[in-house]
């Protein structure tokens, strides 16, 4: 099955570019689908994991796609930009790119056989399309996890969450409430030993705590064990 390729292009400006770049990396083999706006990207990458391409004539949309979209882009986020395109240009605009969420940033003029390199790449970083456990037992009712679809609800409501507080999430929830160690999730969720692991790991659980305590009825705690690790629980009625 050939890799898939989404392309966001909402300038009408550079929709002629999008289409030639579309249909440039569809020869390149890949599968390739044009979308207008971030709605209906975030609808696409929901449905099945996609590399995305953001294509704009402003750095400032491109930035706020990438920040938009980095919550449901399971894969790479691949920004192409003029380099001195809207009121921030050259290394500024790079930056922010990246603090949005885009995983690689790129000016229009790139060879395509390059771009092409680069999504291959990528793909092989991610290594093979997970394939979702039937089910696994649910820590707390009320939780469903769908990991093909890159999707969790809390007592039927869509929880809003980046693909790194998602892979916390499941490496919680295939726990079934029992104590997750701080080494284990660090390497679950980032895929190895990082400098700062348990900073970045105390980071993400109080990011993901925050979505959790927003939903009610059923309540779901992400508890501390001082010292060992977290687990996902019923939160108890006050």
Request: with cysteine; proline share 5%; net charge neutral.
């Amino acid at each position: 099955m050939a890799d898939r390729i989404l392309i966001l292009g909402e300038q009408d400006g550079c929709a002629p570019t999008a289409g030639a770049l579309a249909d440039q990396l569809a020869q390149s083999g890949f599968a390739v689908e044009r979308v207008a706006d971030t709605r209906a990207a975030a609808e696409r990458l929901l449905a099945g994991p996609s590399a995305l391409v953001v294509r704009s004539d402003s750095v400032r949309q491109a930035t706020e796609a990438c920040a938009a979209l980095r919550w449901a882009a399971g894969l790479s986020i691949f920004a192409i930009v003029p380099q001195n395109a809207g009121p921030v240009g050259g290394a500024a605009s790079v930056t922010g790119l990246f603090d949005a969420g885009a995983d690689c940033v790129l000016t229009p003029d790139v060879d395509r056989r390059e771009l092409a390199a680069r999504l291959r790449a990528s793909f092989r970083l991610a290594g093979p399309p997970q394939v979702a456990e039937q089910s696994f037992a649910q820590p707390v009712a009320g939780l469903e996890v769908d990991e093909r679809r890159h999707r969790v609800t809390v007592g039927g409501r869509q929880l809003s969450l980046t693909p790194t507080e998602f892979r916390l999430l499941v490496a919680l929830a295939r726990r079934s409430g029992r104590i997750a160690r701080h080494e284990e999730l660090i390497r679950e969720v980032w895929g190895k030993d990082i400098p700062d692991g348990a900073k970045d790991l105390r980071l993400y659980v109080s990011y993901l705590r925050q979505k959790l305590d927003e939903v009610e009825d059923p309540a779901i705690a992400l508890v501390n064990q001082r010292g060992v690790g977290y687990r996902l629980a019923e939160a108890v009625a006050s």
